[in-house]
């Protein structure tokens, strides 16, 4: 997942700014992806109800993925970093910043036209080993203050919205040990929406995490809500993560999420939505990056393609979440996929890697699948 060590010489940035104009929204699509110029994309489709999102990486910035760049201009309103604007890829010294594939991020944004989201200020994982070897809470705090100021003033005023922290509570709703907390407490929630505000003022700040339709993680987003607010400070949104499967978690439990973050009076997104098809061999919870292990060929069992009965039973899953997202859409403000093509998906490589994993709605080939054509169904 970490992309951004491989591309950083200037060749690439030459070619992903040529080859993201070239696949702007003022260019007509080629149809190889599979949809004509006269069809209605999804961000056609969804116009009036929420923006639909795609999450971007290397291959997309660089131009190396024009099949997905197509796909990108066409079909999506938003834009979400995957990888390229987490600490350690951004900033992997104290004193030494990388800024070139998150200029050219934005850029792609701009030129595309997208409402663009800026992924993540503040996360305890894929952070450099300067901010987790961290014993001294006075340092921290600097570090992430300088951090905030440095990336969300550079970008302020063309990032739209700010995922500001990431993945801040355990599954029972209490605040995770990370190196923030245990170094500065409940406090460094504040200050991180604090800052950011200060040097991002006009960009929508948001709280983001996995499992957030279970009962007690939701108490705990809840909180977090709340605590920002008695604090007299700003946050707009909450993004649930939407890492789903075919068979849970029950709509019903979604929904109760939805409703409980839009009575707080936040804006409620599904920022990472996705849907395994592989099975998950130890039960595992939740989005951990940190989770990682190795497998065998009954754990990848559709490494040769994917049944139609499976690919019906993931097109009527989405179609399931698209009609909820429908019910709820004066709260919902942005449905974001956790990638453009299946290619791309994190779930080839977690918790396994090297599996063949068919989670989102345009194939290996950019091409719209039977998911696609279900949610598109649900507006015509």
């Known amino acids: 997942m970490q992309l951004l060590h491989y591309f950083r010489n200037s060749i690439f940035l030459i070619l992903a700014l040529g080859l993201a104009g070239c696949a702007g929204t003022n260019s007509a699509p080629e149809t190889e992806a599979g949809a ?103 340092q921290l705090r600097t570090y992430m203050e300088e951090h905030i100021r440095a990336v969300a003033g550079r970008y302020a005023g063309r990032i739209d919205g700010w995922d500001v922290l990431n993945e801040a509570l355990n599954e029972d709703g209490s605040y995770r040990e990370s190196v923030f907390y245990k170094l500065l407490g409940e406090q460094y929630i504040v200050d991180a929406y604090r800052i950011a505000a200060e040097a991002a003022p006009d960009a929508e700040l948001y709280y983001n995490d996995y ?118 859409d004066e709260a919902i403000t942005r449905v974001t996929l956790w990638g453009v093509n299946d290619a791309q998906s994190w779930l080839n490589n977690w918790p396994i890697r090297g599996r063949t994993n068919y989670p989102l709605l345009f194939d290996r080939d950019s091409a719209p699948k039977e998911a696609y054509d279900a949610v598109i169904a649900l507006k015509q």
């Not at 990486?57 to 197509?70: E, F, K, M, S, V």
């Not at 979400?80 to 992997?92: F, G, H, L, S, Y």
């Not at 009076?265 to 990682?292: H, I, R, S, Y």
Request: glycine share 8%; no cysteine.
């Open 211 to 328: 499992n957030l339709n279970n009962p007690e993680k939701r108490t705990g987003a809840v909180r977090i809500v709340n605590l920002l607010k008695e604090n007299g400070l700003r946050i707009d949104g909450v993004g649930m993560q939407g890492h789903y499967n075919l068979n849970g978690p029950p709509i019903e439990e979604v929904e109760a999420s939805i409703e409980a973050y839009a009575a707080t009076g936040a804006k409620v997104m599904f920022t990472e939505l996705d849907l395994t098809t592989l099975p998950n061999p130890w039960d595992l919870q939740g989005a951990d990056v940190n989770q990682n292990f190795e497998g065998s060929e009954k754990m990848n069992p559709y490494a040769a393609g994917l049944p139609d009965s499976v690919s019906t039973k993931i097109a009527e899953r989405y179609a399931d979440f698209f009609n909820l997202f429908l019910k709820h």
């Open 36 to 138: 004509s110029e006269t069809d209605l994309s999804l961000a056609e489709a969804y116009a009036g109800n929420f923006y639909i999102g795609a999450a971007i990486n290397a291959p997309q910035i660089i131009g190396q993925d024009t099949a997905a760049l197509r796909v990108l201009a066409r079909e999506f309103n938003s834009i979400t970093p995957e990888n390229v604007m987490k600490w350690e890829n951004i900033q992997p010294g104290p004193d030494s910043f990388t800024w070139e594939m998150a200029d050219a991020y934005v850029d792609l944004g701009e030129q595309q036209d997208k409402w663009i989201i800026g992924h993540t200020l503040v996360w305890h994982s894929q952070a450099p080993a300067y901010i987790n070897e961290t014993t001294d809470p006075d």
